[in-house]
Each structure stands twice: as C-alpha cells, then as structure tokens.
C-alpha cells in the first residue's frame, strides 16, 4: 500500500453512523465542538509532556506547550492547533476513522437503547472529535507525530462516508485542525464569540489558550492544586471569576476524595443571602468539570435543593462515560456524588462550628434559614442538619446561641423533652405566660423567632430521643410544684371554672387550673392545631378556610394569682362587672398567646372597666 500519495478511506459504518446523526441533528449547542477540540488539545500535550521525561528521540521544535486558535472570518474558518504528540498515519486511521473512542460509544449504545434520535445527548456524552461534524463543511487535520522518523500528514474528509490521508511535508510537531464552516454556521468564525465558547467551557484548562494572538484563559484550576500552595487572594480571585460574583467569599471549602468517587472540589459561601434579601430563590450554581473541563454550568441534583445557595466547582473524573448512562438508566452516579459531598459539607459546618463559633454565628445568620428548611425537609441528612441549628434558650444571654446538643447535656435525667417556646422576640416570650410554669421548674426552653421555626420544629420531632415540645402546648404535662399557700381551694376553682366556660362561652373549649401558671393570672392554650398564631397566617395568606373563625382556646386559670381570687369573689358578688373582667382576662390570654386579631372590643370594654375606678 503507497504511503506517499493520497488514500481514500471508508469510515467504519458505527462512525458513519455516529456521523450521520451529528451532521443531520438539530442540537442547538453547536458550541460544544470547541470544547471538544481544545480537550483534545490538552490531552495531546499533557501526552506529549509525559513522554518528554520518558522517552529519547522526541520530535522537539522550540514551541511553547499551548493551544493555538485562531478565526478567520472572511475565509469562514476556525483552527486549533496544539504542539501535543500529533498522529502517525496508523494513528490516524485507527483514532479518526475507527471508534476506539469511549464517549462516542456510549453515546451509539445510548441511542441504540434509547431508541429515537436523541440528539440532545450529543452534548452530554461530548461525541469527541466528530463533533466538529456539526459545524463543518469540511475539517482538516495537519499533523505531525511525536516520533522523529516519521513523516507528516493531512487528513480531510466532509463527513459523509469517506476520508482522505496525504503526506505533507514541513509539518509541525502536534495537530492543527482547520475547520471550513457551514455557511449557517459562520458564526463560529468570530473572534468574540469562540472567545465567550472558550471562556465558558475551556477557561480552566492547564495549557495556557491563545485566541488569535490573546491569552484566553487565565485563570488556574484552583481546585486541582494543593491547599498549602494557594494563597487567599487565589481563592478569592477563582470565587470572583467563577461564579461571577462581585462579593468576597464567606466560606470556603476545598477537599478531594477517592473513594467512592474521584472528587475534587472547591465550594464556596458567599457573603450575603440573596434570598433573604428577597430576591428570587436561587438556582443550582456549583458547575460540574471533568478534569477541568466543564459539562454543567447548573447541574441540578449534585447538590440537595437546600445547599442551592452554594457557588463553585465539583470535579470527578469519573464522570463524563457514567453521567451519560445515569441519564439514560439510573441515577445512582449523581446520587453517590450528591451524597459524598453533602456529608463532606455538612462535616464542615459542623468543624466550623467548634473552631470559629463566631464566623459560624455569622453564617448562621446569614445561611440558617437554609439548614432549617433541609432539618425539615430533607430526611437523609435531617440529623446532621439538625445538629446544626442554634437557638437562643432561657438559659442563654440575649444573642448567644445554643445547639440542641448542648441543650440535652444539660439536661436533667427524668427529662425526656426539650421545650421550645415560639414568640417575635426575646422579650415577648420572657414576658408571656409560657415561659413562667417550666422556669419554676429549672427546665430550659428554646427561643424560637422565625415565623419558619414552628414548621421546622414540627417536622424535626425529636432529637437524640427526645421529643421536641412546644412549651405552649396544650398536651404538655410538667411535675407538680409545692403548692404555695393561699391558693382557691377545690371547690371554688370548681365553682369558678364552671362560671368561667358559661361566661366565655364558645370562646373557651375548656377552662381549668393550670401546672405551669407562677406569676401570671391566666394563659391560652392551642385548642387545635389551628389555634397557633404562625399556623392562622399562614392559612390566612393561603386563603384557607377556617382562617377567619373566631379563635377557640384552653383557658388555663393560676388560683394563687391576686387576681383569680379576687374575680372568685367577684363573680357571685357583681356577675355583671365579674364578666367584664373575665373576658378581659381571656383577652389577656391571647395576646400572650399571639392570637388576638381585633382589639376594638377590648378597648370598648377597658373604657367601661375604667369608669368604675
Ligand atoms: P477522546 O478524546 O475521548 O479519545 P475524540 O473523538 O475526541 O475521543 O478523539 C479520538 C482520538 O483522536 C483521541 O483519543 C486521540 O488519540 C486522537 N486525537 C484527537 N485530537 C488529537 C490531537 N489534537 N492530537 C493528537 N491526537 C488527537
Ligand atoms: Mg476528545
């Protein structure tokens, strides 16, 4: 067979195949075949490095190790060239003419098994070399091996069944693609939009990357060098660039992993939480790469919903055959990546936690809402997630935190429950009725602010085996006290609790004396699971029905309080002025409670109570 003139070819039929839906497909991410190339670039001359440490007789010139691409627009053309170990002609026969290559494959077996011409999954499977195809009117490969004797060739062919390979002389070490462009596909001929293409997909590759004449990508793959190595400003310089971000990052976390999955990883917290500030909810943003070269700008589910706040870059080698599959079959891949990182993260947090509490607060601030929504929702990682919430307590001082598991080492043995007590703010749950009965019993209870709180606590349950209770929970059984002296006697309680429900009438489902009441004269206690006040908002702004209905509450009475004994004694007495006072009490109850909706009655009411002074 001549080596020395032109031979024509037949592409094996699984190429011409492959060929055939490339060209004829609609996919709309041309773009990808840049990527492709530049890839192929890089991995030529990270092969080409190697072998200059393990072998002689190396084609050597004096280039430097990069990637050249240039454009011309008149002439509809794009080029990649690249100083890498270029193909013998075997090679070329055997690398461009037969399908050695692994994504190409699965991409055929994918399509074999997915059955329609799924051309979508052009992009994801990345068809390699062919998929310059998409573009090309015609494509040209100038290259020269890395082996010194041997000689240099063209290969060319226009994607329809048939290459060509010529010698050529004078050739460079390396490959230089030339791509003829479709003429719908001009665009790919312009300087500024190969630079946006490049930036986007290649701006990490090792090889520094020329556009015409001009460094593209500039920026290292940070994720990739040793901790120890990058400076801070590194890092803040990667977060800017890569999640185009103007703040400085709060966080940081950089790890690696082996087992199950290769990862590397850079994640990043940014300063502020664009939630909170109320935009709108924010999308996945930490891109996936395959050794640095990016296949997910906003992949969806690395990532439980609840870390969306997170910026960066997940690394795995791993990925880019198996992502293929998991898309066609399962999901397991990007469940095991999904899991890895998560744990890995939620380690993090937790070490933060313990080393810098302060930076912690602050991102706790900031993030937490984020962790309360995953404590309540995301069932995997409920437990570390939990462990990880802060709450101010009766215990602590105003603005200091404490974490559930602090809260149960100090708890007492017979203590089975941990109390929390919903309320706007410290002083209004210090100052309301709930917190009195469990205080008097040295029991601690979390302070709960957040409108978001109630849910979370609710969906949570329990922690390390002990039930979470609301304080102001109508179920809620606490010890008895020593009762102090002076209190009504059982028969007038008897009396004045009947009194009281005929009194209240439908605005009471019970009344009764309470274990928890110390100085206090009355509380209002959930008489369903309506009746607490996040619960009404919430079914209000939810147009629920039920919202408006008159709220119907537990009365509980304290008969040691000045004033029970006193309305005791009124209510046979004066039953007229008796019943004014008691309604009042029960509308005392309520806004204790958080419950009362219209004051204008009380007012009315106040100003007839004040006339008799
Ligand atoms: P992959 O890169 O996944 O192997 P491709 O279809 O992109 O698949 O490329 C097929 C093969 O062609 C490569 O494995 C490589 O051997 C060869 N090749 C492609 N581009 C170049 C290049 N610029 N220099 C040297 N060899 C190349
Ligand atoms: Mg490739």
Known sequence: MSTTTPQKFEFQAEIKQLLDIVIHSLYTEKEIFVRELVSNAADALEKFRHLQLTEKNIFEDSRELEINVTTDDKAKTITIQDAGVGMTRGELVENLGTIAHSGSKSFLKALGEGGAKNSNLIGQFGVGFYSAFMVAKSVKV???SWKQD????????DGSGSYEIEPAADQNRGAKIVIELKDDCAEFSQDWKIKEIVERYSAFVSFPINLNGKRV???????LRSKNEIKEEEYTEFYKFQSHA???PRLRLHFSADAPLTINALLFVPKENTEKLGMSRLEPAVSLYCRKVLIDAKPKDILPEWLRFLKGVVDSEDLPLNISRETMQDKSLIEKLNKVITKRFLKFLDEESKNRPEAYAEFYAEFGHFLKEGAALDFTHKESLTKLLRFESSLTEKGKTTSLTDYVTRLGSEQKEIYYLNGPNRASIESGPYLEGLKARNLEVLFCYEPVDEYVMNNVREFDGKKLTAADHADLKLSDLPKPDGALGEDAVKSLTTWLKATLGERVAEVKTSD???DSPVLALNADKFT?????RMMKAMNKEGADSPVRVNLEINPRHAVIKRLFETHTANPERATLVAEQLLDNALIGAGLLDDTTAMVARLNKLLESV
């Open 142 to 144: 100038y290259t020269h």
């Open 150 to 157: 041997e000689p240099g060739h063209v290969w060319s062919s």
């Open 217 to 223: 990508n500039t920026i290292q793959a940070l994720w």
């Open 246 to 248: 103007y703040d400085e």
């Open 516 to 518: 928890r009441l110390v």
């Open 532 to 536: 607490s006040p996040h619960m009404r």
